[in-house]
């Protein structure tokens, strides 16, 4: 039996004080509607809808064409929002109706609710028992242990309000019973919208069965409509990727002051220290050491790396490679294996061949240095001559004195040895010794009468400025 997702997300979400969409605000790294993209695409659906509205060009722009886009121009309640949908809906399947802001809600759960709804040939709905059901649609079962009733807060007893189960609302329904439904939904009620709840009512008083699926998880149902509860879905979240990491043989110092987001892999046996952030699509390897106070994003990251107290954007660091403390690597750069990078280093898009150090006070940018070069503290490629970038080139088993000025575009062969203090301008051959710094002139008794001189001239600077 074919499978459909319907994904709802017309409505704005006003209590967010946005001029963004509710489902493309991001929990840990990825918009809300892409986490529930990615979960119903990990079932394979045989088609996924989702529901837009105002602001629809930001959802397109966040999930592109994975999806089919269904207009609901006017905002007439949830059942009005799946009425779209039913003109593209296929007799034998399955479809499943949620919303696009609950990032929670896991594969697994969907699973489950489809796999009752197949084996009971009943309508199913998402429930979890809670421990504060305040807010929520409280669901009354028969003596069956079915749905008798949703009855929402406003309008449930006392006695009722005392129950913990609560309706998700999230549905899945033998699609020929979801169609006869929504072809009977009226707006006559007090909210004059077309409910899907109205539908459960309908196939409930036709004879049709009503099936809570209880989440494994109370947090699996959560969804956003402001900030407050955008920050509670965040730290769940992030309290679930940290757990999986730990159960995957990572070791985490202090997941209450580390923050991984949703496409981050770590290899086992690395340790992760306070205040790191692992953002987008990073990669780490086994046995690295990462932090205190790192971040690192959309980075591929080797085996037995350590990173401490350092930025490393969008680059690659091979094996055994050392990172900092305090250093910068910049988008497009390519760290060779056993490279160190020291404290107060720069490096911007640029190769350093294995073995090279660059241990402090450095900028690198837009070259390409060999193996087991040394570079020295203070040295700079100069890159940039007020209109365009140039590159720099250093060959194998360079030595590269401190406070040198490499000035762009120039080449320095395998094996050459460039003097502390020299500003160079033209390529230097292989094992060639360039200096290229003015010789020192050094006066005998100089500086004291120089000192008196300027003692003199503050002086009278000073009697001047008095008058």
């Given at each position: 039996?074919?499978?459909?997702?319907?994904?709802?997300?017309?409505?704005?979400?006003?209590?967010?004080?946005?001029?963004?969409?509710?489902?493309?605000?991001?929990?840990?790294?990825?918009?809300m509607?892409?986490?529930?993209v990615?979960q119903?695409?990990?079932?394979?659906?045989?088609?996924?809808?989702?529901?837009?509205?105002?602001?629809?060009?930001?959802?397109?722009?966040?999930?592109?064409?994975?999806?089919?886009?269904?207009?609901?121009?006017?905002?007439?309640?949830?059942?009005?929002?799946?009425?779209?949908?039913?003109?593209?809906?296929?007799?034998?399947?399955?479809?499943?109706?949620?919303?696009?802001?609950?990032?929670?809600?896991?594969?697994?759960?969907?699973?489950?609710?489809?796999?009752?709804?197949?084996?009971?040939?009943?309508?199913?709905?998402?429930?979890?028992?809670?421990?504060?059901p305040?807010?929520?649609?409280?669901?009354?079962?028969?003596?069956?242990?079915?749905?008798?009733?949703?009855?929402?807060?406003?309008?449930?007893?006392?006695?009722?309000?005392?129950?913990?189960?609560?309706?998700?609302?999230?549905?899945?329904?033998?699609?020929?019973?979801?169609?006869?439904?929504?072809?009977?939904?009226?707006?006559?009620?007090?909210?004059?919208?077309?409910?899907?709840?109205?539908?459960?009512?309908?196939?409930?008083?036709?004879?049709?069965?009503v099936?809570p699926v209880?989440?494994?998880?109370?947090?699996?149902?959560?969804?956003?409509?402001?900030?407050?509860?955008?920050?509670?879905?965040?730290?769940?979240?992030?309290?679930?990727?940290?757990?999986k990491?730990?159960?995957?043989?990572?070791?985490?110092?202090?997941?209450?002051?580390?923050?991984?987001?949703?496409d981050?892999?770590?290899?086992?046996?690395?340790i992760?220290h306070?205040?790191?952030?692992?953002?987008?699509?990073?990669?780490?390897?086994?046995?690295?050491v990462?932090?205190?106070?790192t971040?690192?994003?959309?980075?591929?990251?080797?085996?037995?790396?350590?990173?401490?107290?350092?930025v490393?954007?969008?680059?690659?660091?091979?094996?055994?490679?050392?990172?900092?403390?305090?250093?910068?690597?910049?988008?497009?750069?390519?760290?060779g294996?056993?490279?160190?990078?020291?404290?107060?280093v720069?490096?911007?898009?640029?190769?350093?061949?294995?073995?090279?150090?660059?241990?402090?006070?450095?900028?690198?940018?837009?070259?390409?240095?060999?193996?087991?070069?040394?570079?020295?503290?203070?040295?700079?490629?100069?890159?940039y001559?007020?209109?365009?970038?140039?590159?720099?080139?250093?060959?194998?088993?360079?030595?590269?004195?401190s406070?040198?000025?490499?000035i762009?575009?120039?080449?320095?062969?395998d094996?050459?040895?460039?003097?502390?203090?020299?500003?160079?301008?033209?390529?230097?051959?292989?094992?060639?010794?360039?200096?290229?710094?003015?010789?020192?002139?050094?006066?005998?008794?100089?500086?004291?009468?120089?000192r008196?001189k300027?003692?003199?001239?503050?002086?009278?600077?000073?009697?001047?400025?008095?008058?």
């Amino acid at each position: 039996m074919k499978k459909i997702g319907v994904i709802l997300a017309a409505g704005l979400g006003k209590r967010m004080n946005s001029k963004y969409h509710k489902v493309v605000h991001h929990v840990c790294g990825k918009p809300m509607i892409a986490h529930i993209v990615d979960q119903m695409q990990h079932i394979g659906f045989d088609r996924l809808f989702v529901v837009v509205g105002r602001l629809e060009e930001q959802v397109r722009d966040v999930l592109q064409d994975r999806v089919t886009y269904v207009q609901q121009s006017e905002q007439l309640g949830t059942g009005h929002a799946v009425q779209q949908v039913a003109p593209h809906l296929e007799k034998d399947s399955v479809t499943v109706v949620l919303y696009g802001d609950c990032p929670l809600l896991r594969h697994e759960e969907i699973e489950r609710l489809i796999d009752e709804t197949v084996a009971a040939q009943a309508t199913t709905v998402l429930t979890a028992v809670v421990d504060n059901p305040y807010a929520y649609g409280r669901i009354i079962r028969d003596a069956e242990g079915n749905v008798a009733r949703i009855i929402e807060e406003k309008d449930a007893t006392d006695e009722e309000k005392k129950l913990r189960e609560v309706n998700s609302g999230i549905y899945a329904f033998h699609t020929p019973d979801l169609l006869e439904a929504l072809g009977k939904l009226t707006a006559d009620n007090a909210q004059g919208e077309y409910l899907l709840t109205d539908c459960i009512e309908h196939i409930r008083a036709n004879h049709g069965i009503v099936r809570p699926v209880v989440s494994a998880d109370p947090d699996d149902i959560a969804n956003v409509n402001d900030r407050i509860q955008l920050a509670a879905v965040e730290a769940r979240m992030r309290w679930r990727l940290l757990t999986k990491h730990m159960q995957n043989g990572v070791t985490i110092i202090d997941p209450s002051n580390t923050y991984i987001e949703a496409d981050v892999t770590i290899g086992r046996d690395t340790i992760v220290h306070p205040g790191c952030t692992l953002e987008g699509g990073t990669t780490l390897g086994e046995d690295c050491v990462i932090g205190p106070h790192t971040r690192v994003i959309d980075a591929i990251v080797g085996d037995a790396v350590h990173i401490t107290s350092s930025v490393v954007l969008q680059s690659e660091i091979g094996n055994f490679a050392s990172i900092g403390p305090f250093s910068y690597i910049r988008p497009g750069s390519r760290i060779g294996a056993e490279v160190k990078i020291g404290d107060f280093v720069e490096i911007k898009n640029s190769i350093l061949g294995a073995g090279t150090k660059v241990s402090h006070l450095a900028y690198v940018g837009d070259s390409e240095i060999g193996q087991r070069v040394n570079v020295g503290c203070g040295v700079v490629t100069v890159n940039y001559d007020g209109f365009q970038k140039h590159k720099t080139w250093i060959g194998d088993d360079s030595f590269i004195g401190s406070n040198v000025n490499l000035i762009a575009p120039v080449t320095i062969g395998d094996g050459a040895y460039v003097a502390t203090g020299s500003t160079i301008t033209e390529d230097v051959v292989h094992d060639s010794f360039a200096i290229a710094r003015q010789r020192q002139t050094t006066k005998i008794g100089y500086a004291k009468g120089l000192r008196t001189k300027l003692a003199q001239k503050h002086s009278n600077e000073a009697t001047e400025n008095g008058r």
